[in-house]
Nanobody, 115 residues
Framework: QVQLVESGGGWVQPGGSLRLSCAASRSIFSIAIMGWYRQAPGQQRELVATVTRGGSTNYADSVKGRFTASRDNAKNTVSLQMNSLKPEDTAVYYC?????????WGQGTQVTVSS
């Protein structure tokens, strides 16, 4: 299992940008997929983006063209660049992976988009 710690959340006005980071407790080089999820109040946790070991990405339709996920296998970090933020992006954002059938989640970082 791997421990994950997110950072970079905060408050931003609509149209603004934030960059989230996720630091892993060990090497992520061998981990096939790292993901970002989010959960808004009263809603289910939803997948935002995934990034493979080789750097390929997939995104939820709601964030395509605005968010960019990346990973640095040498630094054991995963990032989520969020641009053109909207109020509906307000949520707690979680870093996630699954290794040997075990899910690992970070503690989450709050992102609030409002004027």
């Amino acid at each position: 299992q791997v421990q994950l710690v997110e950072s970079g959340g905060g408050w931003v006005q609509p149209g603004g940008s934030l960059r989230l980071s996720c630091a892993a407790s060990r090497s992520i080089f061998s981990i096939a997929i790292m993901g970002w999820y989010r959960q808004a109040p009263g809603q289910q946790r939803e997948l935002v983006a995934t990034v493979t070991r080789g750097g390929s990405t997939n995104y939820a339709d709601s964030v395509k063209g605005r968010f960019t996920a990346s990973r640095d296998n040498a630094k054991n970090t995963v990032s989520l660049q969020m641009n053109s933020l909207k109020p509906e992006d307000t949520a707690v954002y979680y870093c996630h992976t699954r290794t040997f059938g075990v899910d690992s989640w970070g503690q989450g970082t709050q992102v609030t988009v409002s004027s």
